[in-house]
T-cell receptor, first 113, second 116 residues
């Protein structure tokens, strides 16, 4: 039962280029989406989020796009930096109080200098 | 910056033994969570806890699991009789607000549990 899918386990990008991480979801009740970043030996840390009433949210080098009809979201990092190398988790929650986050398996991003 | 701390960072145990994973959430947070990640799999929700009781739990959180906030600072996850498939990284998290404000969910660095 994979409600949140990250089909690419890994991605390598040259420094300075754009990184695009993809995420698909199946539960139409999800209305809030988040990206977390995780470095080795650390817990996930919140990166950026988007509500289903929007199709884009931007924060510095990070932009999240949401395509509700396709049940797809993506995280764009531009320009990519070596310090962005980490595992990125897509997560989603449904429209109810205290709903636990549902995570994807993560995509390991390697930014090559 | 305040952080969630978890101890131990690694725990090795024999199958059938009891383990207690410990967490100190951020001091002014009211909502507490346990998640786990089996190697190569997704991060899975186990349980949420508020006001000294379980708010929600997943199917994974069966009778072998229990949570407790024994004092004002610690939040523990107990597995009574560990199984091989309990081997995973266990993350504690806390937040000021539940549900839709989950972006403010702060994770600890995890406890790697290995059941032999």
């Amino acid at each position: 039962d994979q409600q949140v899918k990250q089909n690419s386990p890994s991605l390598s990008v040259q420094e300075g280029r754009i990184s695009i991480l993809n995420c698909d979801y199946t539960n139409s009740m999800f209305d809030y989406f988040l990206w977390y970043k995780k470095y080795p030996a650390e817990g996930p840390t919140f990166l950026i989020s988007i509500s289903s009433i929007k199709d884009k949210n931007e924060d510095g080098r990070f932009t999240v796009f949401l395509n509700k009809s396709a049940k797809h979201l993506s995280l764009h990092i531009v320009p990519s930096q070596p310090g962005d190398s980490a595992v990125y988790f897509c997560a989603a929650s449904a429209n109810s109080g205290n709903t636990p986050l549902v995570f994807g398996k993560g995509t390991r991003l390697s930014v090559i200098a | 910056e305040p952080e969630v701390t978890q101890t131990p960072s690694h725990q090795v145990t024999q199958m059938g033994q009891e383990v207690i994973l410990r967490c100190v959430p951020i001091s002014n947070h009211l909502y507490f969570y346990w998640y786990r990640q089996i190697l190569g799999q997704k991060v899975e929700f186990l349980v949420s806890f508020y006001n000294n009781e379980i708010s929600e739990k997943s199917e994974i959180f069966d009778d072998q699991f229990s949570v407790e906030r024994p004092d004002g600072s610690n939040f523990t996850l107990k597995i009574r009789s560990t199984k091989l498939e309990d081997s995973a990284m266990y993350f504690c998290a806390s937040s000021e607000q539940p549900g839709r404000l989950n972006e403010k969910l702060f994770f600890g660095s995890g406890t790697q549990l290995s059941v032999l």
